[in-house]
């Protein structure tokens, strides 16, 4: 792939043809308009943009496109900005424009016989989620960010999240798909078959591809029956070894009613409980580590409460779960989930963390969490490692959180040791750097090295055949061709 070349861009022209086919409410130029457009929600990376540009339909973000890549100016998609690696923001040349896709936020239909949901790449999780729940039905992906995170950026990015376990990623329920190529051509994939064979399958493509393929604008989602009976469970454990083995004991009985199995340490959660207004632990004692289990049917006659019941008092006396509670209300439901939910926001407020979203066959769990905590501990005395996530599909998120007597910045200026300390124990264990949020410009440095021969080699001529001129969210995926870590 060759780097854009730095061409003469002549900015007012650009800005009033862009104002012309978008209208003035789609162009922002002001400093104070667009800044919070240019830093991510980890505060990690402050980028510069010439302009963000807020297209309303298809037609007028295409039109848009072909206006950029006709000046040479690259372009950064940006949906709610809630990436974990900077992978909606600019760099900071000030010669990049990001193109927030918020005002295409129509949900255009909801089919109940096939099940599905057509949604324009604007439209927030959460509400897309909604009307589903309105209609009867449910979309099934649920991340801790989604009030905020968008369909089009959920989709570019494969999303996972708590239902994966069940339901798959993003990828898995997808059907169709349209999308703004790099040069503008509007890709019309938009079909809502569940058999099509007929070629490459190539909305996958798009699909996780971070924005450097193109702008997802469209997509027809595969939807679930509602669920009619749900049961959640805060079990507490005394370690991994003891979540894994209740996980399987719900999965050897009935592996499909498992919703979500959730693993948290004991440090994290008691730092939910410390810094999250209105979270309390329901238990009497704090633990080494916690599950929260959600099981659910569409079925109404299925007694999943008697079904809970039985496989937690079995676990009980099998010693793997010292206490649990399981929610009688959707109030206590909530309640529940917010001490899980909350595990990003109590690591941001409690300083500076280092993130590691990796993931490991399942019944490696238990070996990474012991190796990666002994092994950073030993690397930074008073570290204080907070791991947590979806236990059920391998995907942990080994959270690091900065000592008490550090500073941030001396934790941070760690950041790599850390990450290194932790891929090396990954890498044995058969492992990816990268579970569900991505590469963004945070790690590529690591793609050379975990992806490197002709699965990055192909990567890369995929999308030099898409975008030769690398305009579609440079820097995001691939290292340079001398990859160095990035300072983050
Ligand atoms: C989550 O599952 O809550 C996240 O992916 C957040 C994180 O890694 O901090
Ligand atoms: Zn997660």
């Known amino acids: 792939m060759t780097a854009a070349a730095p061409a003469p861009v002549d900015h007012t022209r650009l800005l009033e043809q862009l104002a012309d086919v978008l209208g003035p409410a789609g162009v922002l130029t002001a400093a104070d308009d667009i800044d919070p457009f240019c830093t991510d929600w980890r505060n990690l990376y402050h980028g510069r943009a010439l302009a963000v540009l807020r297209p309303a339909d298809t037609d007028a973000l295409s039109a848009a496109v072909r206006l950029c890549v006709a000046h040479g100016v690259p372009m950064v998609p940006q949906g709610g900005n809630t990436s974990m690696v900077g992978g909606a923001t600019p760099d900071d040349s000030g010669r990049e424009i990001v193109i927030c896709m918020s005002r295409m936020n129509h949900i255009r239909g909801i089919d109940p016989h096939e099940m599905t949901m057509e949604v324009e790449a604007g439209v927030p999780l959460k509400v897309a989620q909604d009307a589903a729940r309105d209609a009867g039905m449910m979309l099934p992906l649920s991340i801790s960010s989604e009030g905020s995170a968008q369909m089009g950026g959920v989709?570019?990015?494969?999303?996972?999240?708590?239902?994966?376990?069940?339901?798959?990623?993003?990828?898995?329920?997808?059907?169709?798909?349209?999308?703004?190529?790099?040069?503008?051509?509007?890709?019309?994939?938009?079909?809502?078959?569940?058999?099509?064979?007929?070629?490459y399958?190539?909305?996958?493509?798009?699909?996780?591809?971070?924005?450097?393929?193109?702008?997802?604008?469209?997509?027809?989602?595969?939807?679930?029956?509602?669920?009619?009976?749900?049961?959640?469970?805060?079990?507490?454990?005394?370690?991994?070894?003891?979540?894994?083995?209740?996980?399987?004991?719900?999965?050897?009985?009935?592996?499909?009613?498992?919703q979500a199995f959730e693993y948290m340490s004991g440090t994290g959660m008691a730092l939910v409980n410390e810094l999250i207004p209105g979270a309390a632990l329901p238990?009497?004692?704090?633990?080494?580590?916690?599950?929260?289990?959600?099981?659910?049917?569409?079925?109404?006659?299925?007694?999943?409460?008697?079904?809970?019941?039985?496989?937690?008092?079995?676990?009980?006396?099998?010693?793997?779960?010292?206490?649990?509670?399981?929610?009688?209300?959707?109030?206590?439901?909530?309640?529940?989930?917010?001490?899980r939910e909350e595990h990003a926001e109590a690591q941001k407020r409690a300083g500076a963390s280092v993130k590691n979203d990796v993931s490991v066959p399942v019944s490696r769990v238990p070996e990474l969490i012991a190796r990666a905590t002994r092994a950073c501990e030993e690397l930074i005395p008073g570290i204080r490692p907070a791991p947590f996530g979806h236990l059920g599909d391998?995907?942990?998120?080994?959270?690091?959180?900065?000592?008490?007597?550090?500073?941030g910045d001396a934790f941070l200026a760690r950041a790599h040791d850390i990450m290194d300390t932790v891929a090396d124990i990954v890498r044995d264990l058969d492992g990816s750097f990268s579970a569900e949020h991505g590469v963004g410009q945070l790690k590529p440095y690591m793609m050379a090295e975990w992806r490197g021969g002709a699965e990055l080699a192909t990567m890369r001529r995929i999308k030099a055949a898409l975008d030769p001129r690398n305009l579609m969210n440079p820097g995001k995926i691939f290292p340079p061709a001398t990859s160095a870590p990035a300072s983050a």
């Open 155 to 199: 989709l570019a990015t494969n999303a996972g999240g708590n239902n994966t376990v069940r339901y798959g990623n993003a990828r898995e329920l997808v059907l169709g798909l349209e999308a703004v190529l790099p040069d503008g051509e509007v890709f019309h994939g938009l079909r809502r078959l569940r058999k099509d064979n007929t070629g």
């Open 201 to 258: 399958a190539l909305r996958q493509l798009f699909v996780g591809s971070e924005g450097t393929l193109g702008f997802i604008t469209r997509a027809i989602i595969q939807l679930q029956p509602a669920p009619k009976e749900v049961e959640v469970a805060l079990c507490a454990v005394g370690d991994a070894q003891g979540a894994l083995a209740l996980f399987s004991a719900f999965r050897a009985l009935d592996p499909a009613l498992i």
């Open 394 to 407: 391998g995907n942990i998120h080994f959270n690091l959180v900065q000592p008490t007597d550090m500073s």
């Open 283 to 339: 238990l009497e004692q704090p633990a080494p580590a916690y599950v929260l289990v959600e099981l659910a049917t569409p079925r109404p006659d299925a007694n999943l409460r008697e079904f809970m019941e039985g496989v937690l008092a079995d676990a009980m006396e099998n010693g793997i779960v010292t206490d649990a509670v399981m929610a009688e209300s959707e109030g206590q439901r909530t309640n529940l989930w917010k001490l």
